[in-house]
């Protein structure tokens, strides 16, 4: 399903240095699996992340997803791609606040293949309880509730792959607790697999599966 | 609907600065059309309105002058020819079979800024002042020769309050400076014609070449002859035998060309206008520019997001120039009301100046064109946001760098 092969992403930093961020010699998700991924404030998960989704263009080696190469695609390929195949939950939900609670997830549809499909948006907010909110706007939700939002827009493509940034980072406890079942439960019921990152030991513990990203980012080897 | 529906709701989003920017266009778009429309309607109106005649005779001076002073009733008059004249031409064989109606005319007193101009019967028994339209009474009747009768324009007879009955004493000169002594009747309203034969107060010829006070030399004189004539032929023939004499009359054909020069001596004013209505619509252009720059900072995020979502640089592109071009239709829409009230405005003036009548809502290309260029203007001034949205680093602008 997703395959990483001799990833590397450099930045310059203000000094002129250029530093490198990401070095993933190898990594690879199947098809469903869902895994967590541990890793600390600025270990460069995000930027991973946004390799995978193809957001961030690498300065060299691979990213497969579902069979198809998204490193060796042009930017609007890569759109393509992301939007067609990939789900992305940010930490921030990344809400669009002008927008209501199903003009956000039928916006997140309309740049996929299947384009905007009103009836299973709302499936969707109603699966995550937001039946009743369908046309309230994002400021008039509670956090848990716009990160439901931003579960149900990750997942209207029917995507193979959903990418979950701190998902519960602004969460109480709690509610961090209903909200990784939720996402995990609906990924689940949708076939795409789950690459979860964290830095929080109660949400990697509900995971089976769970690599550290030091160990997969050699540039936080070449770091320390 | 993608690009529709964001559109719609960054319009909405951006309400207040949607509202103003758009009701600055509509301004440039009401004042474009008005001054393109009145403009062209204008010459195009006032070199058709020759109240019937085809040329006219008066003392040696400007055709222009006189063509305002006697088909318009604007302007001073260029001095008055002697009676002579006019028999002369009447009896001359050679103008004679080439005229078909000759009427005097005497002008020089006024009721109150309405003009007063002396003539006879005919004008109103016989005269067609539009193709197939003759004049008609609104109430009353003509005035009779010989009488301190009155006939008033529609136009005027409304300002004045006057009807059938009503009695007023002429005043000396275009200015008023004093009453005279005769006391004249109203005894018929026109019917309105759209021509400044409706703003003028018609009496008898003789009445105004003898009222008290005049130069009693004025008993001999006249201030133009109005000239139908049976072929524009018999006009060149005229125009060469009485300009071409060095003699001390003017003869002023063809009206229509004579007026055109009018509108060519103030072509200038035409272009500062226009000049004028274009920077508007430039500056009008430059504020859908810099209303939607100055809110890209806010929307970087969103477009980030979108662009998070999938969707393509082109899109989020296109999305900006939309609401550019949206915000300039609907500016432009809007300019159509903007359009109507300067127009009414301007067409209400030129109608108590001149008694001419405008049709600003005529079919003109320009209500077509203007508006679609000044949304196209708007959709340029979209330009450069809309580049702005398409170069939004998104991995940057969307999360921070864990």
Redesign the interface.
């Known amino acids: 399903m997703l395959d990483v092969v001799q990833l590397r992403k450099t930045f310059v930093a203000p000094d002129g240095e250029r530093v490198e961020i990401v070095n993933v010699p190898a990594f690879a998700l199947g098809a469903g699996a869902q895994l967590g991924l541990r890793g600390e404030s600025g270990s460069g998960k995000t930027t991973f992340l946004h390799l995978i989704a193809g957001i961030l263009a690498a300065d060299s080696g691979t990213v497969n997803v579902d069979g198809e190469t998204m490193t060796t695609l042009g930017e609007a390929e890569r759109d393509r791609l992301r939007a067609a195949k990939i789900g992305y939950i940010f930490q921030s939900f990344n809400l669009l606040q002008g927008y209501t609670v199903i003009e956000n997830v039928v916006l997140g549809m309309s740049f996929g293949p299947r384009g905007a499909d009103r009836g299973h948006a709302r499936e969707l907010l109603e699966r995550v309880g937001l039946g009743t909110r369908l046309h309230h706007f994002p400021r008039q939700l509670s956090t848990g509730q716009q990160q439901r939002v931003a579960v149900a827009r990750a997942l209207a493509n029917r995507p193979r792959l959903v990418l979950a940034d701190e998902p519960t980072g602004n969460l109480d406890r709690k509610h961090a607790h209903d909200s990784l079942r939720l996402i995990r439960e609906v990924c689940r019921e949708n076939g795409a697999a789950l690459l979860l990152v964290s830095h929080d030991e109660s949400v990697l513990r509900e995971f089976e599966q769970v690599q550290d990203f030091a160990q997969i980012n050699a540039a936080l080897r070449g770091q320390s | ?2 690009l529709p ?2 559109i719609y ?2 319009l ?2 951006h309400a207040l600065s949607t509202l103003v920017t758009a009701g600055s266009i509509a301004l440039a778009a009401g004042l474009l059309l008005t001054v393109w429309v009145v403009k062209t309607q204008s010459q195009a109106v006032f070199a058709a309105t020759n109240s019937g005649f085809d040329a006219v005779l008066g003392a040696r001076g400007s055709k222009l002058q006189l063509v305002l002073n006697s088909i318009f009733h604007v302007e001073t008059s260029p001095g008055n020819i002697s009676a002579a004249d006019f028999e002369m031409l009447r009896r001359n064989p050679m103008f004679a079979g080439a005229i078909k109606h000759a009427l005097p005319i005497a002008v020089g007193d006024s009721y109150h800024g309405w003009r007063i101009v002396g003539t006879v019967e005919t004008l109103f028994d016989e005269i067609e002042y539009a193709p197939g339209r003759r004049y008609a009474f609104a109430s009353g009747r003509n005035f009779k020769l010989g009488t301190e009768e009155a006939v008033v324009g529609a136009y005027a007879a409304r300002q004045l309050g006057w009807k059938v009955g009503s009695t007023f004493h002429p005043q000396h000169g275009v200015g008023g400076d004093h009453d005279h002594e005769e006391l004249y009747t109203v005894v018929g309203v026109l019917e309105p014609t759209n021509s400044p034969v409706d703003r003028v107060i018609w009496i008898p010829l003789e009445g105004l070449q003898t009222m008290s006070g005049h130069n009693p030399l004025a008993k001999t004189e006249i201030s133009a002859v109005l000239i139908q004539l049976r072929a524009s032929t018999a006009g060149l023939m005229m125009n060469n035998v009485l300009n071409q004499s060095g003699g001390k009359l003017t003869f002023a054909y063809p009206i229509g060309t004579i007026v055109a020069e009018l509108f060519n001596k103030i072509g200038w004013v035409d272009r500062v206008l226009t000049l004028v209505a274009w920077l508007v619509a430039a500056v009008a252009a430059g504020s859908v520019l810099v209303s939607i720059y100055n809110s890209m900072s806010a929307r970087q ?2 477009i980030a ?11 989020v592109f296109g999305a900006v120039l939309g609401e550019a071009a949206v915000i300039g239709a609907l500016g432009a829409a809007a300019g159509f009301a903007v359009f109507a009230i300067l127009a009414a405005v301007v067409a209400s003036i030129v109608r108590a100046q001149t008694g001419v009548v405008l049709e600003p809502w005529q079919w003109h290309p320009v209500l077509a064109w203007g508006p679609a260029a000044l949304a196209g203007l708007c959709a340029l001034g979209g330009l450069v946001p809309a580049l702005k949205a398409y170069r939004v680093p ?2 940057e602008t ?5």
Do not use: K, W
């Not at chain 2, 997001?305 to 899109?315: E, M």
């Not at chain 2, 969307?398 to 864990?402: D, G, N, T, W």
């Open positions: 609907m993608t529906l964001i709701r960054s909405r989003q995020r969103d997001i979108l662009r998070a979502l999938g969707a393509r640089r082109r899109t998104v991995a969307i999360a921070p760098v864990s």
